[in-house]
């Protein structure tokens, strides 16, 4: 079973930047686009931003501009730079990797704490 391990969070004070990692731990052809949802305490979990193996990628509203999704498929491994950040950034982020005929994936999450 393929999992999904992030890495890049933590403390960041309002306007910084921080990139966050996440990498598949196998090749899974079933996967058709790998990303990042966000979920603050008492919110719903929300799209940030998805990305497919030929690069096409879409964003939440409220990153747009700010935040950009990448990969690297002979790594298995998606990147999301976030600048500008801000205190509503603040969020738990979890992987995610959409699959055909099967299960989506979710990595464990890495917190992001925009804060002075």
């Known amino acids: 079973q393929v999992q999904l391990l992030e890495s890049g969070g933590g403390l960041v004070q309002p306007g910084g930047s921080l990139r966050l990692s996440c990498a598949a731990s196998?090749?899974?052809?079933?996967?058709?686009?790998m990303g990042w949802y966000r979920q603050a305490p008492g919110k719903p979990r929300d799209l940030v931003a998805m990305?497919?193996?030929?690069?096409?990628?879409s964003y939440g509203d409220s990153v747009k501009g700010r935040f950009t999704i990448s990969r690297d498929n002979a790594k298995n491994t998606v990147y999301l730079q976030m600048n500008s950040l801000k205190p509503e950034d603040t969020a738990v982020y979890y992987c995610?990797?959409?699959?055909?005929?099967?299960?989506?994936?979710w990595g464990k999450g890495t917190l992001v704490t925009v804060s002075s």
């Open positions: 995610k990797a959409n699959r055909m005929l099967g299960s989506n994936l």
């Open positions: 990305i497919t193996p030929a690069g096409n990628s």
């Open positions: 196998g090749s899974d052809f079933r996967i058709i686009a």
